[in-house]
């Protein structure tokens, strides 16, 4: 979303600006949290019936004791100007451009079963080696690979799974039957 982005790119500079950029990035890891645990939440910032007023008292009694001044302030504002139904994505948003700025990439890599320790470890510095900067390895699992692993990185992906093998040997048989 578009205001979000513009929001969350707002807050970004105040926060360098400020000399509070990692504070301002733990508290909106902290928002983007509490807004994915809660439906309840979001319900309530979408809401068209809610004024913006007790909106705001709801932010302020659930942030302000857990984030510091400039995030809460910005919230603030981002409410009184009607737009608080932005929040978790603008949230996200700040994770987003606070990690680009930052240098630091997510590799997701998925497997059959989960990984050991020493194939983790392997696949991050395969990664660290291919970009500079900080690398965050996310792991995951589905059965449905049987084997082998997705390494993804952006929008850049390594298939090695056996499930992707046996679909391309499949693709290839029945290639060669039809010629």
Same mark, same amino acid.
């Given at each position: 979303?578009?205001? &979000? !982005?513009?929001?969350?790119? *707002?807050?970004? %500079?105040? *926060? ?10 733990? %508290? ?21 019936? $809610?004024?913006? %007023? ?8 659930? =942030?302000? !004791? ?7 302030? =910005? ?9 608080? *139904? ?7 948003? =700040? ?19 989960? /990984? ?7 696949? /991050? %510095? ?16 589905? &059965?449905?690979? $049987?084997? @082998? =692993? $997705?390494?993804?990185? @952006? ?5 090695? !799974?056996?499930?992707?093998?046996? !679909? *391309? ?11």
């Amino acid at each position: 979303m578009i205001v &979000a !982005s513009r929001y969350a790119k *707002s807050l970004l %500079d105040l *926060s360098v600006e400020k000399g509070q950029l990692e504070a301002v990035y733990n %508290d909106m890891l902290y928002v983007k949290n509490v807004c994915e645990a809660s439906k309840e939440l979001i319900t309530f910032l979408n809401s068209p019936i $809610i004024k913006a %007023d007790k909106k705001v008292a709801t932010l302020k009694a659930l =942030f302000e !004791s857990k984030v510091n001044a400039l995030t809460i302030g =910005f919230l603030t504002i981002v409410a009184n100007k009607r737009r608080e *139904s932005v929040i978790p994505e603008m949230a996200q948003s =700040f994770v987003e451009l606070y990690r680009t700025q930052k240098n630091i990439y997510t590799a997701v890599i998925t497997s059959a079963k989960g /990984l050991d320790a020493t194939t983790k470890q392997q696949a /991050l %510095d395969l990664v660290k080696a291919q970009l500079k900067g900080e690398v965050e390895l996310v792991e995951k699992t589905n &059965a449905d690979l $049987i084997g @082998g =692993f $997705i390494l993804r990185v @952006g929008d850049k992906q390594i298939d090695r !799974s056996v499930s992707r093998q046996l !679909s *391309s040997l499949k693709k290839q048989l029945t290639n060669k039957t039809l010629n």
